[in-house]
């Protein structure tokens, strides 16, 4: 049996959350554009098992049954890229940043490789890592 992981996280702007992905981690989206030219659902092919998509803040609340969602500013989850090198963790929290992003924490070493924290438009948190190798 294979199993697929979707991990959904709401948005204030479906147009802001697809060209902040495109451009900033060069993800490819899934699916025919909509009339806003953004796909309905708004999704992004992270690998062969796992989907990112993106709810409009009103719907997510309705997926979760009513429950409220996290206020701005505050985190649940904290999504992480690996990536190959301390460069690699720089050049992504730059771009991360020149789309609209906010870092959060500034790329630097650490005793087990290197990182940086930052945020897309909407306040989701990356953590980009470098293991050492």
Do not use: K
Not at 3 to 18: F, G, H, K, Q, S
Not at 43 to 61: E, I, S, W
Not at 92 to 111: K, Y
């Amino acid at each position: 049996m294979t199993n697929e992981i979707t991990i959904a996280l709401p948005t204030e702007d479906r147009v802001r959350a697809y060209e902040f992905y495109r451009t900033a981690l060069n993800l490819a989206s899934v699916g025919e554009p909509a009339e806003d030219g953004v796909p309905e659902p708004l999704q992004f092919r992270l690998d062969t098992g796992t989907t990112l998509m993106f709810v409009p803040t009103g719907g997510f609340g309705w997926v979760l049954g009513g429950r409220d969602s996290a206020p701005a500013g505050s985190h649940e989850v904290l999504l992480s890229l690996t990536l190959g090198s301390a460069e690699e963790v720089r050049a992504a929290a730059e771009r991360m940043l020149d789309a609209g992003g906010e870092i959060v924490l500034e790329p630097t070493e650490q005793p087990w490789g290197f990182s940086a924290v930052t945020t897309d438009p909407d306040g989701h948190a990356w953590q980009l890592i470098a293991a050492q190798g």
